[in-house]
């Protein structure tokens, strides 16, 4: 009798996916132990890894950045496939901007002075130095010492019954209450009483808002406020600089895939419905029975023994909620994603529904004069607040919490702007030509001798059905358990071993979950996505009794 190959299919082909799949390929390629499919809804491998051009120059529409070099395992492969070099121009090639580069500038053209822009910089820092415990008492030396006390302040101030329900924006706004109240007083700033009535407090206040939605997009977080202030100390980055990647990000995907012979990766292939066991089913004594049929939506089912699911959180959290309308997976519009059936369990619903995902979108903006590369300097913009009523209103709304504007590399004349929450959403929504002159009429505010724009092309992450948002965050009401709980895979193993329900499992580990969503310290990020692909890899290798090192 032949022995069945156990089968694994995994459900995107991201960091997570192709990182799981190269593991579990080139662990076991030569004894031929597995069954192994990569299945992708869409057209292209890469998931929220997408690297395109734009003006001439390579640019990221998701992922953009190694979150420090040191000992990242993305650095090592952009290192051995040369990734690093490149002949052609590429965003943030230089790096991040250094101080001498940025300006900063208030609505109505206001140039802000060092004196004005940097305590509030500094707060900034110092305050989310604090939260996430790099500041602390002993490292706190000469004027940092005051801004420590300004945290520690905020941090116990008496508006918390306790740090677990404290959010990363209400205590970004307590420390910047406790900085005002330690100044002496707040007097007009020299030139600029012809800018609004601008005065020192109220371009303070501005500038620590600008401060505010750059974090924003960092965290994808659309209003502070749902940021959890205990979790912000967990996040993990590596050490050293932060840098793109010449060649682009897929380069880095295209090699962790190249390992895998043509036809393991199945494009256009959209998980419509998986259907696992919760019990034990007498027809398991069938050699040919695989416990997880998944349904597609093109009409065709695929059987397994394991599933590892990569979807972002976003698509799970659609899963969940349609869940009561759509038991019977009779509905054949593509948006509604994909589900479970049976439901997930309830402690992995609460985890889905707790977490935070947001939007955040990155638009590309092409100058168009030739003659104005060099010209256009990295903007911090500085806007009136919504209660303001003498504010610019040709600046649309959409622009007001977007922080930045600032050429892709030194003398680009591509220009970039991040957005987040539901400007993000709104932008998606736009044509070019409203997306030009909504950003038009923002520059010439600011900058009003600049050249004007050519096109534009902007990320659509929110409204895209296989990721419907960016990537997660640990929203207030969940905590890092949460993030361990999604990577809990299901039956849980205890239930295989008819410790905890009393069910029998002759078939466990039939759905595993990886992605930046299920790594507890590096989630929302490509280094999180690849330890989570990696995580359950070697889960599958150990419990085949396969050689291989368990990597977090």
């Not at 116990?156 to 109240?181: A, M, P, T």
């Not at 593509?334 to 059936?341: A, D, I, S, T, Y």
Request: hydrophobic letters at 35%; a negative charge.
């Amino acid at each position: 009798m032949v022995v069945k190959k156990p089968k694994i299919v995994i459900i995107g082909a991201g960091m997570a996916g192709l990182t799981a799949a190269n593991k579990l390929y080139t662990s076991t390629a030569s004894k031929d132990l597995f069954e192994l499919i990569v299945v992708e809804g869409g057209t292209r491998i890469g998931g929220r890894i997408n690297t395109s051009e734009f003006g001439g120059d390579k640019i990221e529409m998701g992922a953009t950045w190694i979150h420090g070099i040191g000992n990242s395992p993305i650095h090592k492969i952009a290192q051995q496939t040369n990734s690093l070099q490149s002949s052609q121009p590429w965003e943030c090639m230089d790096g991040n901007n250094n101080d001498e580069s940025i300006i900063t500038i208030s609505e109505g053209g206001f140039h802000l002075q060092s004196s004005i822009v940097d305590p509030i910089s500094k707060l900034f820092k110092c305050l989310m130095d604090y939260s996430q415990g790099k500041l602390t008492k002993e490292s706190a030396k000469g004027e940092i010492s005051s801004y420590y006390k300004i945290a520690t302040k905020a941090s116990s101030s008496s508006n918390f019954d306790s740090k677990k329900n404290l959010s990363i924006g209400s205590f970004l706004r307590q420390g910047l209450d406790s900085y005002f109240e330690s100044m002496k007083e707040q007097e007009e700033v020299k030139g600029c009483e012809d800018w609004n009535n601008w005065n020192k407090k109220l371009l303070q206040e501005a500038v620590f808002a600008m401060y505010e939605n750059t974090e924003r997009t960092y965290t994808s977080a659309g209003d502070l406020e749902s940021l959890d202030y205990e979790a912000e100390s967990e996040y993990r980055m590596f050490p050293g600089e932060e840098i793109t990647i010449a060649k682009g990000y897929l380069s880095i995907i295209e090699s962790i895939a190249s390992v895998l012979p043509n036809g393991l990766v199945q494009l256009g292939k959209k998980v419509k419905k998986i259907e696992w066991q919760t019990q034990k089913k007498s027809d398991y004594d069938d050699h040919s029975f695989r416990p997880v049929k998944l349904h597609f939506y093109d009409g065709s089912v695929m059987y397994a023994d394991h599933v590892i699911v990569t979807v972002s959180l976003g698509v799970l959290k659609a899963s969940i909620s349609h869940h009561d309308d759509d038991d019977d997976g009779d509905d054949e519009d593509e948006k509604k994603g994909m589900f479970f059936c049976p439901k997930l369990p309830s402690f992995k619903v609460e985890a889905i529904s707790r977490l935070g995902f947001g939007v955040v979108n990155k638009l590309f903006i092409q100058m168009n004069d030739e003659n104005s590369k060099g010209s256009f300097p990295f903007l911090q913009m500085v806007f009136h607040s919504s209660q303001n009523e003498t504010r610019d209103k040709k600046i649309p709304w959409w622009m007001r919490k977007t922080a930045t504007l600032f050429p892709i590399y030194k003398n680009s004349s591509v220009l970039l702007s991040w957005f987040a929450g539901e400007e993000a959403l709104e932008l998606e929504s736009l044509n070019d030509e409203e997306i030009m002159n909504g950003v038009s009429a923002t520059v010439s505010n600011f900058l009003p001798h600049s050249s004007s724009i050519s096109k534009v092309l902007k990320s659509k992450w929110g409204k895209d059905p296989l990721f419907l948002g960016s990537y997660s965050y640990v929203a207030v009401g969940s905590s890092g358990e949460d993030l361990d709980t999604m990577a809990e895979p299901l039956p849980l193993m205890k239930d295989s071993n008819n410790s905890s329900n009393g069910n029998s499992f002759s078939y466990p580990l039939q759905i595993l979950f990886a992605g930046e969503a299920t790594h507890r310290t590096h989630y929302s990020t490509t280094h999180g996505a690849y330890f989570s692909g990696l995580r359950e890899a070697n889960r599958l290798l150990q419990h085949y009794h396969c050689v291989g090192i368990f990597n977090n």
